[in-house]
């Protein structure tokens, strides 16, 4: 922890994401306005710092609603669900890796080539295909950000137990009569965690794109709730003449991506031993 | 963006052309003719067989290698094209007197047979996207050289106006329809040249064209390009000169723009979203009414599509046969939740279904009426739903109101009538049945104007009393042209016409 605090990276990318996550917890604190509600006489404001209405800090959009306020909003659905998204990838992903890990055989082997079937779709499209079927509610949502991610963790979990179980101190717990269960949970995976930790924050990046994304064609959180890809979206018709629509969700997803993304950088800095 | 780098090579050949056209005085300069113009349309064309679609773009640009019967002006009057004359000799008759002198691109003669033939193949090859139109045709006789009548299985009083919209063929053409119409020709101003599918259609002048003086200009290429912004930049920097489609939000950019003019027209299209009309609540006209109650139209119109859009007075918009003002439909929200509460529906919600990015602001407005219904209790689900899945959501009955419009081809509203609120029509989109309606529409489909009228009339009152529909505007149509373009036409129905335009 305090090697990870003397990480210039790590602590920037930490208070980004901080931010940005008390920030969206905060909202209904925070929050100037209702972000949903329009009202239609003070359509396309410009933020204040460019001379608009000094109630509208990031001025209003194409129905007159406040940006702040549906950053603010819309953040909070981005992040809960990249962050359900890592969650569910990552458990799914680890319990499947180290079965196959563990069990190895034939097991292994069908999971593994599903690893890479997987891996072989592009994941947008994949996610396209999957929302236009089920529809696009929020766990759907989850479901198909988590489907995209688990290989990552699969592929890696797998790695580490058949180096580590083969390891002596490893051995060594078997030939004192430690049950399986034992060698899994008190041996194996605590040394697998460093990498998971790694690969869930640079994770947490992908999936706020990919939600963001989503949402940009229509397929994610339906309006009128606030998500940062839609607006974007119903920005992007404005750009010629209210390019803040756009802009600020925008700049809220590079943010967050950023944050993230040095968090996660950080961190393999400072848990690998190889560097 | 993609295709910026082509299109500019494309555009310096173009002006390359125009300029060796210019340096040489030749036959094109004795007739008047010169220069290129090339249109930027909104919606890709599909097919150059004027029988299989019903796709505007595809008319505009075929309406220029093929020249129909009747033509429809802007003021929704027919006047001559092909056929000199026309006049029902009953209900079911019909008689066109064709004109003389006219030829193929490749020499032949437009004779009776060409009209023979082009009707009989859209009756006939139901495969067409246009056959279940012509359905209603009996025989097809001509009558010497240069008269035909057509005689129908009942009365068909919309056929001059349908027959705007199919370009004559040569009866040639019925050998082999694959290889035809690899290489068209038809008795239009222009001929056919090549077609990049989905990219460019190149037109270029016919020198015998029965219209003296038409074209005016030697080459014409119209490009698609469903990307409004980048339809917009190829305007401004010069590289198309007509852009169809604009946005309201887009015209003050546009208007500051050296060189570049905005026209707009009230267009022949009301929006008009649809009930489920056999699902509850929906089903209940106090449910309709309370909903059509809570909606602030003008609100629509002024703020969100800033004064581009107006008033609906009736079904059918103003211009056409059939229409009549009926005034508007009055903002009410305290007496929308009176009849929800008569109508025992409290808490409310509704699956509003929308075609994704079909029409322009559309999720705007959905969310703006969506606001509006949650002010008078009524909670709205918006469904923005993939265009192909929506129509299967509608085929099913799984919703409660569906974001659409209705563009009232061909300036004629016996289609929108036929297709909306007969049994029939409906069966598998509002569910619509009102035998009353249905006996007014029969009644309306005979040849004399001031019969149709009257039906067309009851038919409105009857429809603007039901609430089978939203009408919450009429469509203005915006089109930006360079200042280049002489004598261009903002069209209500959409079309791109340039066989009567100049540049400069």
Not at chain 1, 180 to 200: C, D, M, Q, S, W
Not at chain 2, 205 to 234: C, D, H, M, N, Q
Not at chain 2, 398 to 412: C, K, R, V
Not at chain 2, 417 to 437: I, N, Y
Request: proline share 6%; net charge positive.
């Amino acid at each position: 922890m305090k090697r990870l605090l003397r990480s210039p990276t790590a602590v920037t990318g930490g208070v980004l994401l901080l931010l940005v996550v008390v920030a969206s917890v905060a909202a209904p604190l925070l929050a100037p306005a209702d972000p949903v509600k329009p009202s239609f006489g003070r359509r396309l404001q410009p933020p204040r710092l460019l001379g608009g209405a000094s109630a509208y800090a990031l001025g209003t959009d194409n129905l007159g609603r406040d940006i702040l306020a549906r950053l603010l909003y819309g953040g909070r659905v981005s992040l809960v669900l990249a962050a359900s998204a890592v969650a569910l990838a990552a458990t799914a992903g680890v319990v499947v890796g180290l079965a196959a890990g563990i069990l190895g055989g034939r097991l292994d082997d069908f999971v593994m080539r599903l690893a890479d079937v997987q891996l072989a779709f592009p994941v947008i499209m994949l996610a396209i295909a999957i929302v236009a079927v089920v529809g696009s509610s929020p766990a759907a949502l989850v479901s198909v950000l988590a489907l995209s991610g688990w290989v990552l963790y699969a592929r890696t979990v797998r790695a580490n137990v058949l180096t580590i179980r083969r390891l002596e101190y490893v051995e060594a717990a078997r030939t004192l009569g430690a049950s399986e269960l034992r060698v899994i949970l008190r041996h194996i995976l605590p040394n697998t965690l460093a990498p998971i930790l790694v690969i869930g924050s640079s994770q947490f990046a992908t999936m706020v794109l990919l939600e963001s994304g989503l949402s940009f064609l229509g397929l994610g959180i339906q309006p009128p709730q606030p998500s940062w890809g839609a607006m974007l979206a119903e920005g992007r018709d404005y750009l010629s003449n209210a390019w803040w629509l756009a802009t600020v969700p925008g700049m809220a997803i590079s943010l967050v991506v950023l944050g993230a993304n040095l968090l996660g950088d950080g961190l393999r800095d400072v848990l690998d031993p190889r560097l | 963006m993609g295709t910026l780098p082509l299109s500019r090579r494309r555009f310096l050949a173009g002006s390359g052309a125009a300029l060796a056209a210019a340096a040489r005085p030749g036959a094109a300069a004795a007739q008047g003719r010169r220069g290129e113009i090339i249109a930027g349309l909104s919606e890709r064309m599909l097919t150059l067989d004027p029988a299989n679609h019903y796709s505007i773009s595809s008319t505009s640009v075929l309406r220029h290698v093929y020249d129909p019967l009747v033509d429809v002006t802007n003021d929704d009057r027919f006047v001559p094209a092909l056929a000199e004359t026309w006049r029902p000799l009953n209900n079911t008759t019909w008689r066109f007197t064709l004109r003389r002198g006219v030829s193929f691109h490749d020499g032949t003669p437009f004779t009776a047979d060409s009209v023979v033939f082009t009707l009989k193949r859209v009756r006939d090859n139901t495969k067409l996207i246009k056959s279940f139109v012509y359905q209603d045709i009996e025989d097809v006789q001509k009558d010497g050289d240069h008269a035909v009548t057509v005689t129908t299985k009942r009365p068909f009083g919309s056929l001059p106006a349908h027959l705007t919209m199919l370009g004559m063929l040569p009866p040639s053409a019925g050998a082999n329809d694959e290889a035809f119409f690899q290489k068209p020709i038809g008795t239009g101003p222009f001929r056919f040249g090549s077609w990049t599918h989905g990219d460019h259609i190149d037109l270029v002048a016919s020198p015998k064209y029965w219209k003296p003086g038409i074209p005016r200009v030697e080459k014409l290429t119209f490009r698609f390009i469903p990307e409004l912004s980048t339809r917009v930049s190829a305007l401004r920097a010069g590289e198309i000169h007509v852009i169809d489609r604009v946005w309201p939000d887009m015209v003050q950019t546009l208007k500051g723009t050296a060189g570049v003019k905005v026209l707009d027209t009230p267009a022949l299209e009301a929006q008009r979203w649809h009930f489920q009309l056999a699902r509850d609540p929906v089903k209940d006209l106090r449910v309709r009414k309370a909903i059509s109650l809570a909606i602030d139209r003008n609100v629509i119109i002024k703020d969100l599509l800033l004064g581009y859009a107006r008033p609906v007075v009736c079904p059918v918009p103003p211009g056409l046969l059939g229409h009549t003002n009926l005034g508007q439909k009055p903002y009410d929200p305290e007496k929308a939740r009176q009849l929800l509460k008569q109508a025992g529906a409290s808490n409310l919600s509704l699956d509003f279904v929308l075609m994704k990015d079909l029409y322009p602001k559309q999720l705007e407005i959905a969310q703006a009426v969506a606001a509006m219904l949650g002010e008078v209790g009524v909670k709205v689900n918006i469904r923005n739903l993939e265009i192909a899945t929506a129509r299967e959501q509608r085929t099913a009955g799984n919703y409660d109101l569906f974001f659409s419009g209705w563009a009232q081809m061909p300036h004629d509203p016996d289609w929108y009538f036929g297709q909306w609120f007969t049994k029939t029509g409906a069966e598998k989109l509002t569910r619509f049945s009102d035998p009353r309606v249905e006996q007014l529409i029969a009644d309306g489909r005979v040849p004399d104007p001031k019969v149709r009228q009257q039906k067309y009339e009851e038919i409105d009152r009857l429809l603007w009393e039901e609430e089978p529909e939203i009408w919450p505007y009429y469509t203005v149509a915006i089109y930006a042209i360079s200042d280049k373009l002489r004598n261009f036409e903002a069209r209500r129905d959409y079309y791109v016409l340039l066989h009567e335009v100049g540049i400069a």
